[in-house]
């Protein structure tokens, strides 16, 4: 058993269960056995001294529904091994958030253009700097802050 | 050329016919896409104004309805769509966020208007516009179309 | 054999992709063998945003996640928002919800079917779905005041009533949508083409769903009854009668039942709250417009909602202030997406534009 650093409850009646980021893949995989097939979303909070990485889960048999939270400074194992549908999840909070997940094949952008610099979602992103996107002839992306250089 | 009382005369029939049949571009991005598609079913039926078939290439068509937010990423392939249509072409911006940004503007990833892309010949306002606006957009293109202010 | 290979972008702009998808295919002969979607197009930071405003103003955000069907991405706010701050709703307001979301979920699907055929290169389909749906939309229309994005849903209730007018439309609509459905339904399951080119297209199996987190109509369609408005009630769906149709094939053609079957069921759901309509208050008169921007909340809250895609959600955090410090979106979409290299590899290259077209992407709500 992996141990459980809080327990808390949501406003819809949920558990939300605090797990130490070291044991997050373990502990999933325990909750995955127990019945929790589906893994919902991925996603992560910017509380600016710390980043927390939230996961969803969802019983398809029973329907119930658990909140599994884990404060990491920006790096967690990966679930994709879990899940299929983990890898667009992480790749997007990477994305947006960017809490890197180890072990992910294919830790990309996935909405922005790649290049991009910066994770819009923290709360300490400048949203007065403007970078400008354009087109490589082979289809890449390329991104700079020079408004000439793209739209 | 335009003294030619003979070439000015094909000129004004030339244009009148091309405002009479234009093309346009299968090209939706958005929300507007959806009203876009309103305005070319059953109960809009724009053909009735000589814009019959929505073309999927951009070489056969020569109007581009520009239907939704024009994100940075976007942005640099619709130039690329518009320089493949051929000449003469027309580019119709549909809604706020086509036109300005729209609800978006404030936002990193989202282009303030598709006029910095492309130039735009006719705006249509609302969010999304409803297919009379659409319409109403189409034969202002062919006015001006028929007047040779357009844009291209 | 490696030079055989051969690579093929599919996207951004291409008239089956429903949007601004972009696939990046490799093919040997005409058999797909890798195939990733590139997405992010229409990404208009619809989190970011919200989390800069108050919550009242989140929702024309949440408006045009998924534009095909508005009233639902609403309904999953407002819901979500209305746990957080604790906010009563009154009864009218609930049944006046449940009917315009049912609504909208028809108009939803009568987009899809109308572009699917397209997809499939039939053209009657179209301007059939389209008459239907512009019939749904002049109701929505006269009670929204709006015909695509409505911001008819408020924190606390809705914006404006019924009036009996509308509730009339409803009833003179009712009475032949069936009929007409069954019309259209027929153009498709008659076509030998369509069901040709559709049984046993872009299958999906019950394991491959539920590990890429698949809901909605493609996971009734690949073998499992569920249904959020059974299986969690929300509003009142738990005192009205109504069927979760399912499927075993889990492939294209399972996906087209499933999802027409779907719209009859939603009439069915109109046709009782019609009925049980109470009378009483449309919103809580506690909070008025002004007064909503004023809520500070804490605390968290997700409630899952069932859009036309699937478990539509917005999870929210609160700080104590009258801003979401966290704006997450559920979309159904970006996590159906997610799996289309399990449908189409494997596959020919043809059969792409009916697997896409199958999943109802709408990029609103993938990139968001």
């Given at each position: 058993m992996i141990p459980v650093e809080s327990e808390a409850s949501s406003k819809d009646g949920v558990k939300i269960i605090y797990v130490a980021k070291e044991n997050i893949l373990q502990f999933l995989k325990e909750k995955k056995d127990e019945g929790f097939d589906y893994l919902l979303m991925i996603t992560g909070i910017d509380y600016k001294d710390h980043l927390e990485v939230v996961y969803h889960l969802l019983s398809s048999k029973s329907g119930e529904r658990l909140v599994v939270k884990a404060k990491t400074d920006g790096e967690i194992d990966s679930v994709t091994s879990l899940w299929k549908g983990a890898n667009w999840h992480e790749r997007e909070t990477w994305d947006l958030l960017g809490i890197k997940f180890n072990g992910h094949p294919n830790?990309?952008?996935?909405?922005?253009?790649?290049?991009?610099?910066?994770?819009p979602l923290r709360k300490d992103y400048p949203m007065d700097k403007k970078q400008y996107v354009n087109l490589k002839e082979d289809g890449d992306d390329t991104v700079s802050f020079e408004k000439k250089e793209g739209y | 050329m335009s003294d030619n009382i003979l070439v000015t005369t094909l000129d004004e029939a030339l244009r009148w016919g091309t405002g009479k049949s234009l093309w346009p571009f299968t090209f939706g991005l958005a929300c507007c896409a959806l009203e876009m598609m309103s305005a070319m079913g059953s109960d809009y039926d724009w053909a009735r104004f000589g814009s019959d078939v929505f073309r999927d290439s951009p070489?056969?068509?020569d109007l581009m309805i520009v239907s939704g937010t024009v994100t940075k990423k976007m942005a640099p392939r619709i130039r690329r769509l518009y320089d493949q249509m051929a000449f003469p072409k027309f580019v119709i911006s549909m809604g706020a966020c086509a036109s300005a940004g729209g609800p978006y503007v404030r936002g990193y990833s989202v282009v303030d208007g598709v006029d910095q892309v492309v130039p735009v010949d006719v705006y249509i306002y609302?969010?999304?516009?409803?297919?009379?606006?659409?319409?109403?957009a189409l034969k202002l293109l062919q006015d001006r179309i028929a007047d040779g202010k357009v844009k291209h | 054999?490696?030079?055989?290979?051969?690579?093929v972008n599919f996207g951004p702009q291409h008239p089956s992709t429903h949007g601004v998808l972009r696939v990046k295919v490799k093919l040997d002969g005409e058999v797909i063998v890798d195939a990733q979607p590139v997405i992010g197009y229409l990404h208009r930071n619809a989190?970011?945003?919200?989390?800069?405003?108050y919550y009242p103003k989140a929702q024309i955000y949440v408006d045009r996640l998924d534009y095909a069907a508005a009233l639902n991405m609403e309904l999953g706010f407002v819901l979500s928002a209305e746990k957080l701050m604790d906010i009563q709703v009154p009864d009218r307001a609930l049944w006046i919800r449940m009917m315009m979301v049912e609504l909208n979920r028809i108009a939803s699907h009568f987009i899809w079917l109308g572009t699917?055929?397209?997809?499939?290169?039939?053209?009657?389909?179209?301007?059939?779905c389209f008459r239907e749906r512009e019939k749904v939309f002049r109701i929505l229309d006269e009670i929204t005041g709006s015909r695509l994005l409505y911001n008819y849903f408020a924190i606390g209730g809705v914006y404006s009533d019924v009036t009996p007018k509308s509730l009339e439309m409803i009833k003179t609509w009712l009475s032949d949508f069936d009929k007409n459905l069954t019309e259209i339904e027929n153009i498709f399951k008659k076509s030998y083409i369509y069901v040709a080119r559709t049984?046993?297209?872009?299958?999906?199996s019950l394991d491959d769903t539920i590990s890429y987190g698949v809901t909605g109509p493609m996971l009734r369609a690949?073998?499992?009854?569920?249904?959020?408005?059974k299986n969690r009630p929300y509003l009142h769906y738990d005192q009205i009668n109504f069927d979760v149709p399912s499927q075993q094939a889990g492939d294209v053609y399972a996906r087209m039942l499933v999802r027409i079957e779907e719209m009859h069921q939603s009439a069915r759901i109109v046709a009782q709250v019609l009925e049980k309509l109470p009378a009483g208050d449309f919103y809580n008169k506690k909070y008025s417009k002004p007064m909503l921007v004023r809520i500070k909340a804490t605390g968290e809250s997700y409630i899952p909602t069932e859009s036309p895609k699937g478990e539509f959600g917005i999870y929210l955090v609160g700080d104590g202030s009258a801003i979401p410090y966290r704006f997450r979106i559920r979309s159904p979409s970006f996590a159906n997406l997610s799996a289309a290299p399990a449908m189409l590899i494997g596959y020919k290259i043809a059969d792409m534009t009916a697997t896409l077209s199958s999943m109802d992407p709408v990029f609103g709500e993938v990139d968001r």
């Open positions: 830790l990309k952008r996935i909405l922005l253009a790649e290049g991009w610099v910066g994770h | 070489r056969h068509s609302g969010c999304p516009p409803r297919p009379e606006s659409l319409i109403k | 054999m490696q030079d055989k290979i051969v690579e989190e970011k945003l919200s989390e800069m405003g699917h055929g397209l997809d499939m290169g039939m053209l009657s389909p179209f301007f059939y049984r046993g297209t872009g299958k999906l690949a073998g499992k009854k569920w249904d959020l408005r």
